[in-house]
């Protein structure tokens, strides 16, 4: 457990929290964007072309 007690400092948490932020935040970004990309292919697969 004093891994923990590690971890569980001041100065390692206020590294820790932003870079954890940065990762999520690309993470959200990465996931919004696949769903884009996943209605759009359905569209076209219905035959609706979003480009026109």
Excluded: Y
């Amino acid at each position: 457990m004093d891994w923990l007690k590690t971890l569980l400092q001041p100065e390692t948490l206020s590294l820790l929290i932003p870079i954890v932020a940065i990762i999520g935040a690309f993470a959200v970004a990465a996931l919004k964007a696949h769903h884009r990309h996943q209605e759009r292919i359905e569209k076209i697969k219905n035959g609706f072309n979003p480009d026109l």
